[in-house]
């Protein structure tokens, strides 16, 4: 089993095999993972230095579907008696339909927008809802 295994008195050291710079970076992690996942999803989420974290972390989850909704977890083979949401009871406890097709966030929306002086949205999914704020100019007022 140890045919071929040599020690030696070089020091032990960490190194990072991700890439040919040998040197670990954020950017070369990303990298990586986007190579094993295939490369081909676009990612319109821009992490906002101005948004408090805690956003920042919900949206970049929403947008992976890393959210603990009721159905993530049914997905994930845990057992949930009613995957319904507890909101409305119309439709499953998803991401989309939490964030844009559950009638209570769609009051939550539009209290936003009235609130910040924007115009009403309409989103189709949480893509849609991460692109908006490329697209929205609230009054300077
Ligand atoms: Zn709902």
Request: net charge negative; with cysteine; proline share 3%.
């Amino acid at each position: 089993m140890l045919q071929g295994f040599s020690i030696s008195n070089v020091e032990d050291k960490w190194s990072w095999d991700g890439d040919t710079s040998a040197v670990f970076s954020v950017a070369g992690f990303k990298a990586l993972l986007e190579k094993d996942r295939g490369g081909n999803r676009a990612h319109s989420m821009k992490w906002e230095g101005w948004v408090p974290i805690k956003v920042n972390m919900v949206s970049w989850r929403a947008e992976f579907d890393r959210l603990p909704t009721r159905g993530a977890l049914t997905k994930r083979r845990i057992n949930i008696v009613d995957v319904s949401c507890p909101l409305c009871e119309t439709g499953n406890e998803e991401v989309n339909h939490l964030l844009v097709g559950c009638g209570f966030s769609y009051g939550v929306w539009s209290f936003i927008c009235k609130w910040c002086n924007l115009d009403p949205f309409f989103a189709y999914d949480v893509e849609d809802l991460m692109q908006l704020y490329r697209n929205v100019h609230g009054d300077t007022k």
